[in-house]
């Protein structure tokens, strides 16, 4: 039978145990921090790992100096995006609302302006029907309160804000 050999410690190179363990150590290291600067840079990492060990200390410092960053760039254009909307200047259209801007709508066969009209308020939200009569100074619209009845409201053309149909 063959005779396993022991290894005497004293017959270790040292000096070649302690440069393959640097040079492994540098190795990985470098994998590492080539995936770690593609992930920081909205890259996938997996790949510049392997590049990153394939080419030791080379490569993290191409990557350093090279590769762009995604997310930085993507931030800075949503950035762009949202200063270019604040510039967009807002369109202030003034509509009077008074009678005469109620009595364009047709009517129906009952005189009435069908509706329905939704109508803002500074205190809220007012949908109506239709519109029963239209004077001078007020609206008088028919709504449907949450019982589910009919409700005859008067309602001034200064407190309306907005009118949709």
């Known amino acids: 039978m063959n005779e396993l050999k022991k290894i005497n410690i004293n017959d270790l190179d040292w000096s070649l145990l302690i440069s393959l363990i640097i040079l492994l150590t540098i190795v990985i290291y470098s994998a590492a921090l080539s995936s770690n600067i593609a992930e920081k840079r909205g890259q996938k990492y997996i790949p510049h790992f392997f590049i990153g060990f394939i080419l030791p200390i080379i490569y993290p410092l191409f ?10 760039i993507a931030k800075e254009e949503a950035h762009q995006a949202d200063e270019a909307e604040d510039d967009v200047p807002e369109l202030d259209i003034a509509i009077d609302i008074n009678e005469d801007f109620f009595k364009q709508y047709p009517t129906d066969k009952n005189g009435h302006r069908a509706g329905p009209f939704v109508f803002e308020t500074d205190q809220g939200i007012i949908t109506a029907q239709f519109i029963i009569e239209i004077q001078k100074q007020l609206l008088i619209i028919q709504t449907i309160n949450s019982k589910e009845q009919e409700q005859t409201l008067r309602l001034p053309y200064e407190k309306i804000i907005s009118c949709n149909t």
Not at 63 to 72: D, G
């Open 63 to 72: 990557l350093l100096t090279t590769m762009k960053n995604k997310l930085k």
